[in-house]
């Protein structure tokens, strides 16, 4: 646990828990910094009673000192500032995460657009196993909201599409996630048995959110660090974190946690990744560095012939192009994609052109 006392130590204090107020701590570190901002702030729920079960037991509610706000004005005013010191902190094309209830959550996403963010999903999150409503005087609120944007409009932020959808059987992730919230050995727990926190998040909704939104190595920040789950998760998935967290047990909880908390072999910390993602190798490029040489016969799969020239071009009889173009005509197509298209022969065997492309690209990691 680290603490900062003076606002020009501006040195990055990775992997750390940083002790005070989260929008001074913010502008202590350097403009332009952080690669993700996820950020649980107070829901400001006005509780105005205890709340009780049917059997007369009391509801463990989130009653703590840190979410009581004299005014909606007063939220509001501390929601404008801790979200300017996010802005500030965030490198060009960084990106935030919010989550909320619906006593908070469009209160942030005004503020989000006052200040310049652009909002790029909201998500919501479906709990499976929603605590019930035990008056029976409202719908059981079963689900809380996220909403995801990027620092400017226009901003190049990440988003890893090919992990999110493998992560989701194939199919397209979408913006309803069902996921469980903390229960059995996750729900962690203080001295007297009761639970360390009352809003802990389940590392399901962190581990989906960081796949998705960055990359190994990034910066990720969580003003409102709790006990840890965003480090927790961060620290698994070899990403670098922040954590900031004004209360003192919650500290101590979340600095347990991470101590038991070990890093992924690299080797499980790859991702799937869209194609258009990968460098950008010319055809041209085989040729110069010899890999194919020109006057070389490349094959297609049902036995058609071009010829390699020297300036990365092929010709088959009066078709001269690219490899796509001359690939397009012979199949008498649209477009075709010449590098699954064409094969060239080592060893006796035929061997796809793209196997030469991967090991350039493989290079250039």
């Known amino acids: 646990m680290t603490k900062l006392n003076d606002a020009a130590d501006i040195r990055l204090p990775l992997n750390q828990i940083i002790a005070g107020d989260c929008v001074e701590v913010m502008n202590s570190l350097p403009a332009g910094s952080v690669d993700l901002i996820f950020a649980d702030p107070p829901y400001n729920l006005q509780l105005k009673a205890d709340l009780h079960r049917p059997d007369n037991s009391k509801v463990d509610a989130v009653d703590d000192a840190w979410d009581q706000f004299d005014s909606f004005a007063v939220y509001d005013k501390f929601t404008k500032a801790w979200l300017s010191a996010a802005q500030r902190l965030l490198k060009p094309h960084g990106a935030i995460w919010v989550i909320g209830s619906y006593h908070n959550v469009f209160r942030m996403g005004a503020e989000l657009q006052n200040q310049g963010f652009w909002i790029l999903n909201d998500v919501v999150w479906r709990k499976s196993n929603p605590m019930p409503n035990f008056r029976g005087k409202r719908l059981t609120n ?29 199919i397209q992730m979408r913006s309803d996630w069902v996921l469980p919230i903390c229960t059995g050995h996750e729900r962690l727990k203080d001295g007297n048995g009761d639970k360390a926190h009352p809003t802990q998040k389940p590392e399901s909704l962190l581990h989906r959110i960081l796949i998705g939104t960055t990359n190994q190595g990034d910066v990720v920040l ?29 500290r101590k909880v979340a600095e347990r946690r991470l101590d038991r908390v070990r890093r992924l072999d690299r080797s499980a910390l790859e991702v799937s990744t869209s194609k258009r993602a990968e460098p950008r190798v010319p055809f041209g490029q085989l040729v110069e560095r010899g890999m194919l040489r020109p006057g070389e016969v490349l094959t297609s799969m049902n036995g058609k012939t071009a010829k390699v020239r020297a300036d990365g071009t092929l010709v088959a009889s009066d078709v001269k192009g690219s490899i796509h173009q001359v690939g397009a005509a012979l199949e008498g197509a649209p477009s075709c994609n010449g590098w699954t298209y064409w094969q060239f022969k080592r060893d006796g065997k035929q061997v796809p052109i793209d196997v030469l492309r991967q090991q350039i690209r493989a290079e250039m990691n």
């Not at 709790?226 to 070899?238: D, E, I, N, S």
């Open 142 to 170: 079963a689900h809380e909201t996220l909403i995801w944007a990027s620092k400017t409009e226009g901003a190049k932020y990440t988003f890893n599409y090919e992990a999110l959808k493998a992560l989701n059987d194939g």
């Open 222 to 250: 969580d003003p409102f660090f709790g006990t840890g789950t965003t480090g927790a998760v961060a620290k698994m998935l070899g990403r670098d974190f922040i954590g900031i967290e004004r209360e003192a047990a919650y």
